[in-house]
């Protein structure tokens, strides 16, 4: 309990300070600019910094009171193994696969270098993104995977947690929206835009600064994933199961079982060339 109410103290503390810091800011236009052109950029001024705001105390939660720079020092590398299931195309049945996820971390997500390791029961294969594209492996041999599948895995990296904990690396917006209470659950809503324009709509929980949800749209279709079961691991927040909605059907759920970070991980397991 005492732990939870530092971590609101700090949180109110940050949001008073800005709050002091937008008014002083704004105050100063006041007189040059006429009344609708004033109200316009406080109202955006004070958008953007309420979400920064927001994406601040998030990282300060999922750090363990340490900040960026203690969850870049933890989560050089990352080894993820867990389950997924996933709905197949009919939509009456379900393929599990166990996986595994590796990451080697870059200066921001456009450097990132992801493999993704998934077995089912009649294939396996692995899913790379390098930074530069994305490509499949089976069997050591390169393929281009098919292009619902190499969306999929690229809305995982961008429409994911790590869009809101690195926003600041990766250049995008954070805009508040609006404060929003679903299922008795108060949350603040903000919106983070990438430089791709790519959107991700993130529910963070006002009592524990968590990201419970996030929306995004994908080829004209609308996601909302939820994320469950928040533990620390090498004193960062993890959310160890998550589940995908699309157009409010179920198509995804991923249970970690394990994850670890700071091991080394060889630069070859990310290399592979275009067929």
Known sequence: M?????????????ACSVFVYAQNETGTTENKTDKKETEAKVSLSKAETDGINIAESSILVYSGLRGRQAIDQ???????????????????????????????RGDSLGEEKIRL??????????????????????????FSP???????FQDLIWHGLEALL??????????????????NVDFYVVNVI?????????????????VMMLEYESDGKKYRRKYYDHNYAQGTLVPYRSVLWADDKQVEERTIATITFGQTLSEGLFKGATP
């Open 117 to 142: 390791d998934q077995k089912f029961p009649n294939a396996e294969y692995a899913l790379v993104y390098n930074g530069d594209k994305i490509f499949g492996l089976f069997n050591n041999a390169v």
């Open 2 to 14: 005492r732990f939870k109410t530092f971590l609101l103290s700090i949180a109110l503390f940050l």
């Open 146 to 152: 098919r292009e619902d599948a190499s969306k999929s």
């Open 194 to 210: 990438d430089k791709e324009d790519r959107k991700t709509t993130f529910y963070v929980s006002k009592k524990y600064l968590r």
């Open 74 to 104: 933890v989560r050089k590398t990352t080894v993820e193994i867990g389950e997924l299931i996933i709905a197949n195309p009919d939509g009456k049945t379900t393929s599990k696969a166990s996986y595994e996820r590796k990451v080697l």
């Open 166 to 183: 690195r926003y600041r690396e990766n250049g995008s917006k954070v805009l508040f929206e609006k404060e929003d209470k679903i299922m």
